[in-house]
């Protein structure tokens, strides 16, 4: 009933940017904090930046002043700009959300992951 889909990811050169967008779809009634996060396979799932539904934002220290996020709430939409990139932000990218939801008059929540999009950024 919900998904979440990502988009942006790419190939770069050392201290370019790329915008990553995350799309949720569904049958949505609320959506609270909404996250990127990255992993290199191998590695654990590494917290980049979160935005909750209020607005607060968190950043990981490796990309503070460097990354930006944002949500559109109408759009069920989060994005994470990223500046001044650097070959360690290379990773598979993932958006997570908390999302409550509607089925067959019930009312659910969970949380959900994108499918990941990769970033390469090569030096």
């Known amino acids: 009933q919900v998904q979440l889909v990502e988009s942006g990811g790419g190939l770069v050169q050392s201290g370019g940017s790329l915008r990553l967008s995350c799309a949720a779809s569904?049958?949505?009634?609320?959506?609270?904090?909404m996250d990127w996060y990255r992993q290199v396979p191998g590695k654990q799932r590494e917290l980049v930046a979160g935005i909750t539904s209020g607005g607060r934002l968190n950043y990981a220290d490796s990309v503070k002043g460097r990354f930006t996020i944002s949500r559109d709430s109408a759009k069920n939409t989060v994005y994470l700009q990223m500046n001044s990139l650097k070959p360690e932000d290379t990773d598979v990218y993932y958006c997570?959300?908390?999302?409550?939801?509607?089925?067959?008059?019930?009312?659910?929540?969970?949380?959900?992951w994108g499918q990941g999009t990769q970033v390469t950024v090569s030096s």
């Open positions: 569904g049958s949505i009634l609320r959506i609270n904090a």
């Open positions: 997570n959300a908390e999302i409550q939801y509607y089925s067959d008059s019930f009312t659910y929540s969970g949380d959900y």
